[in-house]
């Protein structure tokens, strides 16, 4: 299983820090890919991050502003999100393929974990 956690309330500019915890799963044997649903919208991958870290991909909305990481040690992967803008807003999964980033997308995942919602107000 996967659980995301870290979401919340924050003010245009501020930071969050998303966490997907594994259980019951090695989280080394897994790519895991960030995803977000803004209302009214698909649901998008927002970053990705292969098993042993050696390579990340993120979308062009995101890009310098959030940063994959993962603690395959904890069993957890991160999302580091600055400079947070109210399009960021969006219910905020996390998913698991045990191939690689390239597969990271919405009909590649195997696992997903219940959301973490994110709000950014103006």
């Known amino acids: 299983q996967l659980q995301a956690s870290g979401g919340g309330l924050v003010q245009a500019g501020g930071s969050l820090r998303l966490s997907c915890v594994f259980s019951?799963?090695?989280?080394?044997?897994?790519?895991v890919g960030w995803f977000r649903q803004a209302p009214g919208k698909e649901r998008e991958l927002a970053a990705a991050?292969?098993?042993?870290?050696?390579?990340?991909t993120y979308a062009d909305s995101v890009k310098g502003r959030f940063t994959i990481s993962r603690d395959n040690a904890k069993n957890t992967v991160y999302l580091q999100m600055n400079s947070l803008k109210p399009e960021d807003t969006a219910v905020y999964y996390c998913?698991?393929?045990?191939?690689?980033?390239?597969?990271?997308?919405?009909?590649?995942?195997?696992?997903w974990g219940k959301g973490t919602q994110v709000t950014v107000s103006s």
């Open positions: 998913a698991a393929t045990r191939w690689g980033v390239d597969n990271c997308n919405l009909h590649g995942m195997e696992y």
């Open positions: 019951g799963r090695t989280s080394s044997n897994y790519a």
């Open positions: 991050i292969g098993r042993n870290a050696g390579s990340t």
